[in-house]
């Protein structure tokens, strides 16, 4: 048998991020047109309610994203996507310097600047580099964590038929991601994290065949995240709402865990943070 180690720490800064146990990463939304009306957020005091709920939830990790990823969402270009991440990273980083922060984009210019003004954060590209050329150079630059998503085209493109066809898709995107890891090590970046995409250019049995087997991403020997949040691979499986979906958005990220995520992205954290500790409370008993 075959045993893959793991890593279980990511350089924060400086700090380690210990993943040797599952953690929530909450997502801070500075966007108008978020798929799931109820996360959205602007102005100091809500940005401030919601960083202070994610952390009094149980949340590591505050993800904050100002460029709406959903299929037919508005194109923003970087000086407004900078404009709305920077009141929000900086309020952060002043009041709950301790709490580690990612930011969601695709840019590298919104990396730069942001790391000027702000410092460290762990960059969360929903593109893993495919769709800026410097990401990948800047993020090793400042010696960044790194997260890489699993997308074919764009948030515009990505649900096109040509890009949801895969040959297997769980071996197709796992050898993307073994690609894209010798990709990132030779370019210098150190701290990685692979997330499968679901919900991005792939259908709804392809969604639930990744999740089914997210084990297999075990052998990239990085940490894996699960962002299944309210997606539509449950609102369309059963036939209601994003805000009818919090009970099949547990109910998965158990499943996540149970096949080895490390980080589960979540809108409804205190929930996400009690599947954790029934799940680590269950692997007493194995």
Request: glycine residues 6%.
């Amino acid at each position: 048998m075959q045993i893959f180690r793991k890593k279980r720490t990511i350089n924060y800064g400086g700090k380690l991020l210990d993943l040797s146990q599952p953690v929530v990463m909450g997502i801070l939304n500075c966007t108008p047109d978020s798929f799931y009306a109820a996360s959205r957020t602007s102005g100091e005091r809500e940005i401030l309610e919601r960083a202070q709920t994610i952390i009094a939830e149980g949340g590591t990790i505050i993800d904050v994203g100002a460029y709406s990823s959903r299929p037919a969402a508005k194109h923003i270009n970087a000086d407004e996507e900078y404009r709305r991440l920077k009141p929000a990273v900086t309020l952060i980083k002043k009041h709950f310097s301790e709490t580690v922060v990612s930011i969601d984009t695709f840019r590298a210019d919104i990396v730069e600047w942001l790391y000027n003004d702000c410092g460290c954060f762990i960059v969360n590209d929903i593109s893993a580099g495919e769709m800026d050329k410097n990401m990948i150079s800047t993020v090793a630059r400042y010696a960044l964590p790194y997260i890489a998503m699993h997308m074919r085209g764009t948030p515009a493109t990505m649900q096109n038929a040509d890009n949801c066809i895969y040959n297997e898709p769980v071996i197709d995107i796992v050898e993307y991601f073994v690609a894209k890891k010798k990709e990132l090590i030779d370019a210098g970046v150190t701290d990685i994290i692979f997330d499968p995409g679901f919900g991005f250019s792939k259908t709804l049995e392809t969604n639930y065949k990744l999740l089914a087997n997210l084990s297999d991403f075990k052998l990239l020997e990085q940490p894996i995240l699960a962002g299944l949040s309210r997606k539509s691979m449950f609102y369309s499986l059963l036939a209601c709402t994003p805000e009818q979906s919090l009970a099949a958005t547990v109910a998965a990220n158990m499943a996540a865990l149970q096949n080895g995520a490390d980080i589960l992205r979540v809108h409804d954290v205190k929930e996400a943070y009690d599947t954790i500790m029934i799940y680590n409370h269950l692997q007493k008993f194995k």
